[in-house]
T-cell receptor, first 113, second 111 residues
Framework: NAGVTQTPKFRILKIGQSMTLQCTQD?????MYWYRQDPGMGLKLIYY???????DKGEVPNGYNVSRSTTEDFPLRLELAAPSQTSVYFC????????????FGQGTRLTVV | AQSVTQLGSHVSVSEGALVLLRCNYS??????LFWYVQYPNQGLQLLLK??????LVKGINGFEAEFKKSETSFHLTKPSAHMSDAAEYFC?????????FGAGTTVTVRA
């Protein structure tokens, strides 16, 4: 019963490098989300998707890109890593809007040096 | 826009004492509200959710929350704290798009 799986769990990047954080879910959920978590700030929504081929910006999208070619996968791309992107990133999914909760992955801890 | 505010970034309680975590929401209509818990180095796990079926919502691990429209609050309580309750707790609301989270409250439990 995998749920939401994120890879990698940890990564150190140099300034200016690029990388893709992978996220996959096996629950056939329509909605998927990317959040970043910084100490004392809660979780901030980066991007979300309501289904394959549809993505939209959240609260803090600058410096990130996403794609949703399949229902299962929702990768997050950092093109030019900056120290401000040092954070813990969480992917989540949910079946519908409204009163349904989101299910979270275990997180990716990213450090940009 | 719908949002939530958690009062108190840190709460320290003795084992066996009441746990009370405060959350107030801003919304022009009754919202969908959630409480999540995050244990160290883990993802978020749902504790409970309010969906307008009942104002007192019971969740996992002995937690419950009461929706009070007059106070725009959704405070989380547990009558008797256990050492395993040490974690970070997040209140969240569901506007369009993803969940909108409060800043979180870290709970420490003293033996």
């Amino acid at each position: 019963n995998a749920g939401v799986t994120q890879t990698p769990k940890f990564r150190i990047l140099k300034i200016g490098q690029s990388m893709t954080l992978q996220c996959t879910q096996d629950m056939n959920h329509n909605y998927m989300y990317w959040y970043r978590q910084d100490p004392g700030m809660g979780l901030k929504l980066i991007y979300y998707s309501v289904g394959a081929g549809i993505t939209d910006k959240g609260e803090v999208p600058n410096g990130y890109n996403v794609s949703r070619s399949t229902t299962e996968d929702f990768p997050l791309r950092l093109e030019l890593a900056a120290p401000s992107q040092t954070s813990v990133y969480f992917c989540a999914s949910s079946p519908l809007h409204g009163n349904t909760e989101a299910f979270f992955g275990q997180g990716t801890r990213l450090t940009v040096v | 826009a719908q949002s939530v505010t958690q009062l108190g970034s840190h709460v320290s309680v003795s084992e066996g004492a009441l746990v009370l975590l405060r959350c107030n929401y801003s919304s022009s209509v009754p919202p969908y509200l959630f409480w999540y818990v995050q244990y160290p180095n883990q993802g978020l796990q749902l504790l409970l959710k309010y969906t307008s079926a009942a104002t007192l919502v019971k969740g996992i691990n002995g937690f419950e929350a009461e929706f009070k429209k007059s106070e725009t609050s959704f405070h989380l309580t547990k009558p008797s704290a256990h050492m395993s309750d040490a974690a970070e707790y997040f209140c969240a609301v569901r506007p369009n798009g993803g969940l909108s989270f409060g800043a979180g409250t870290t709970v420490t439990v003293r033996a």
